[in-house]
């Protein structure tokens, strides 16, 4: 966490960054391990990141047995479902949209979806955080315009356009997590389309 215990000014946008050098980091040292015949399960680590800005309690936790300086809170508690939600998507690092507007100037970024997660009833739009501003490599960039274009059609409830930029992505991408996810959807609803309510958030069931 940022912003405590001396006051950060930059503390969304170097979280972001963080989280961007540890994920490239980290897909450095998988191809280390790789080349380094090491086991499955070592070659393949993963990691997700969720983060959320708002005020939270921050000092010491604990008692004299155990202690940690840490925080809690709300607020500590969207950016941890958020870690989570990164799953279903296929991404990495997962951003509310009070982070995303302290970064969006400092970041490669997109919109993933408008979710509820489990314990909290008001929706909250999310975004997937790329890579650091200028940094985006070309080919993902394009995914990233088509993707945006799929997902207006999706929400304008046009299945079949969607599904088609959807797949455009993918082409250039087989491994655009998003695309993916929003492909199984686009073909859920064109079998048994959602009512005429419907509000385009989605409910996680997990946390």
């Known amino acids: 966490f940022w912003g405590a215990p001396l006051d950060n000014p930059n503390h969304a946008v170097d979280a ?8 490239n980091r980290l897909a ?3 191809k280390e391990w790789t ?3 090491r086991p499955d399960y070592i070659k393949n680590m993963d ?9 939270v309690v921050v000092g010491n936790m604990g008692s004299q047995a155990r202690m940690d300086y840490t925080v809690m809170g709300d607020n500590v508690n969207l950016a941890s479902r958020l870690e989570g939600a990164n799953k279903p998507y296929g991404t990495h690092i997962m951003v509310s949209e009070d982070t995303y507007q302290l970064v969006k100037d400092h970041v490669e970024s997109r919109e993933l979806d408008v979710i509820r997660v489990v314990g909290r009833n008001e929706p909250v739009t999310v975004y997937e955080v790329l890579e650091k501003k200028g940094n985006l ?9 088509i993707y945006n274009e799929a997902l207006l059609q999706y929400r304008g409830r046009d299945w079949d356009g969607a599904l088609e930029k959807f797949f455009e ?6 491994d ?16 048994d389309p959602p009512p005429d ?3 385009g958030v989605e409910t996680m069931t997990e946390k």
């Open 176 to 191: 655009d997590g998003p695309s993916i996810t929003y492909v199984d959807r686009c073909e859920r609803y064109q079998k």
């Open 169 to 174: 992505a993918l082409n250039i991408d087989q």
């Open 197 to 199: 309510d419907w509000d």
């Open 35 to 37: 080349e380094l015949d």
């Open 28 to 30: 450095e040292m998988r």
């Open 47 to 55: 990691a997700r990141i969720g983060l959320n800005t708002g005020e």
């Open 137 to 145: 490599e070309p080919a993902k960039a394009e995914v990233v315009s």
């Open 16 to 23: 972001c960054l963080s989280s961007i050098a540890m994920n």
